[in-house]
């Protein structure tokens, strides 16, 4: 398989399992788990999985400085700020609304590569966030009554933080390997919410089954395999275009919310969601031509001819 179409296949399987998070979270709190205290251990087990596996693998797991550093950033500051943004936006504004400026990250993407990585900001690009981001809002249902300004700006960082993640990420996932950084960002994010789970009063870990069934899913599904496969498909195809069809993650979890909960999906909502896959399968066409135009200016004229 191609690495353009190798790259998109990990990254939707990266936004499947980050899309049913939200599924299992319904679960683990309705079973008695708080917040501070799953977002601990959803990164202290996922550390564990991910440093077993790099042992049964027998990889290196030394770092530089530098290195340890930039992953301490990633997990320890801007994954962390990201959840915690998020997650209090979500208090003081209708949860579609916060998850629809959420995933205005990938213009923060776009602009911040265009002047970090140099990257050029073509027309089909922006084209296909704006299909992508208003077939989000379709998706998702907008609800504008009652919006606070407070919980608009949460949501807008929690997009800035994501977005900042996923560019940092990309320079620093260059030359490592993918378990090696998402291991070391999960126990860098598990340092930072146990201390938030401390200030929220402690770790609370009187919930029944049904909670750590829960919490193995999202540990699993929406943590180990999610970040996984994230970064290897973040090295094949690039963070704007990882971020465009990232954008699959909503429109996968109204799909198991139907099936599990019995919501039903409406008119808008099948159209949202074809946009969405719309704009990704415009992100890759055009990922794929801009590669095929650089080969043919590097090939020489009299060669094309034979």
């Not at 790099?54 to 930039?70: D, P």
């Not at 690009?125 to 809002?137: C, P």
């Not at 094949?236 to 429109?251: F, N, Q, R, Y």
């Not at 066409?285 to 034979?306: C, I, Y």
Request: a positive charge; charged letters at 10%.
């Amino acid at each position: 398989m191609k690495p353009l179409y190798l790259g998109v296949l990990y990254v939707f399987i990266s936004a499947a399992c980050f899309g049913v998070m939200s599924i299992f979270a319904v679960y683990a709190y309705g079973a008695g788990v708080s917040v501070s205290t799953l977002l601990f251990l959803r990164f202290l087990f996922a550390a564990i999985l991910f440093f077993g596996f790099l042992v049964l693998r027998k990889e290196g797991l030394r770092l530089v400085k530098k290195q340890i550093v930039a992953l301490f950033v990633l997990g320890g500051v801007l994954y962390t700020l990201q959840s915690l943004s998020f997650f209090s936006a979500v208090q003081y504004i209708p949860t579609s609304m916060a998850a629809l400026l959420l995933y205005t990250f990938p213009v923060f993407v776009a602009v911040l590569t265009y002047f970090v990585e140099k990257e050029p900001l073509r027309r089909k690009t922006i084209l296909a966030m704006l299909i992508s981001l208003v077939g989000l809002g379709l998706v998702l249902g907008l609800s504008f009554g009652g919006i606070q300004p407070v919980g608009v700006v949460l949501a807008l960082a929690a997009a800035l933080f994501y977005s900042v993640y996923i560019v940092v990420g990309n320079r620093v996932v260059k030359g490592l390997s993918p378990f090696v950084t998402a291991g070391y960002i999960s126990v860098f994010a598990a340092i930072s919410t146990f201390f938030v789970a401390q200030k929220d009063g402690g770790l609370d870990l009187s919930f029944g089954a049904a909670g750590w069934w829960a919490l193995a899913g999202i540990v699993i599904f929406s943590t180990v395999m999610a970040i996984g496969f994230f970064f290897q498909g973040l090295q094949l195809i690039g963070s704007t275009k990882a971020s465009v069809l990232s954008t699959l993650e909503p429109v996968v979890t109204i799909v198991f919310s139907a099936l599990l909960f019995g919501e039903s999906f409406t008119l808008l909502q099948l159209l949202g969601g074809f946009a969405v896959l719309a704009g990704a399968v415009l992100i890759v066409s055009g990922k794929e031509k801009a590669a095929s135009a650089e080969v043919d200016k590097a090939v020489p004229k009299r060669t094309k001819a034979l």
